[in-house]
């Protein structure tokens, strides 16, 4: 979900485990979403996307669910990896000549060894 | 290896200074942004660029300007710094602006205003 606080929430996970991080959001009318990884000291770093036309999108050891009804986007990672600590952040945008990405505020997933 | 590439990686600086974020991508991205990043906000945009040649005004744009003179350079100023302005910067660009394609960050610029 989205922190309204100073501090992001966390989310704690046992290295091999599946991680599920969830992201509610706001405008009914995006069409383009994006999920974000961001280690500590580094720039953002894309992950994986999906449009509005799909309901979920698999890559690389990460999945990405759409639920359009209730506006909730996920990301799954399976078998974490203490590589996968990082804070990471869901992105929601429209199709548009001048419109621009909109991110959430983040999610640290943290892997316990 | 292509990417964006910002300078300083980091700075302090004086309250009232001037100051010039570089930021240059190889990519042939058409749009480029900058954001800040402070705990508890997220990313937020400042300035932007659809086009080399113009540039747009972002959620948070006071005390900031930018320039687009070519398509791989788009340097953020500061006239005269605050100890507000104390965040990271990002630089990112994307293929265009049309919000069909993903963005692609440098590294950052950590900057404190005293």
């Known amino acids: 979900g989205e922190s309204v606080g100073l501090h992001l929430p966390t989310l704690s996970v046992q290295e091999g485990d599946n991680s599920i991080i969830n992201c509610a959001y706001s405008n009914s009318a995006s069409d383009y979403f994006i999920w974000y990884k961001q280690e500590s000291g580094k720039g953002p770093q894309f992950i994986i996307d999906i449009r509005s036309n799909m309901d979920k999108r698999q890559g690389q050891r990460v999945t990405v669910l759409l639920n359009k009804t209730v506006k909730h986007l996920s990301l799954q990672i399976a078998a974490t990896q203490p590589g996968d600590s990082a804070v990471y952040f869901c992105a929601e945008n429209m199709a548009g000549a001048n419109s621009k990405l909109t991110f959430g505020k983040g999610i640290t997933l943290s892997v316990r060894p | 290896i292509a990417g964006i590439t910002q300078a300083p990686t980091s700075q302090i600086l004086a309250a009232g200074r001037r100051m010039t974020l570089r930021c240059t991508q190889d990519m042939r991205h058409n749009a480029m942004y900058w954001y800040r990043q402070d705990l508890g906000l997220g990313l937020r945009l400042i300035h932007y660029s659809n086009t080399a040649g113009t540039t747009g005004k972002g959620e948070v744009p006071d005390g900031y300007s930018v320039s687009r003179a070519n398509t791989d350079d788009f340097p953020l100023t500061l006239a005269s710094a605050v100890p507000s302005q104390t965040s990271v910067y990002f630089c990112?660009?994307?293929?265009?602006?049309?919000?069909?394609?993903?963005?692609?960050f440098g590294s950052g610029t950590r900057l404190t205003v005293v």
């Open positions: 990112a660009s994307s293929v265009s602006g049309t919000g069909l394609y993903g963005y692609t």
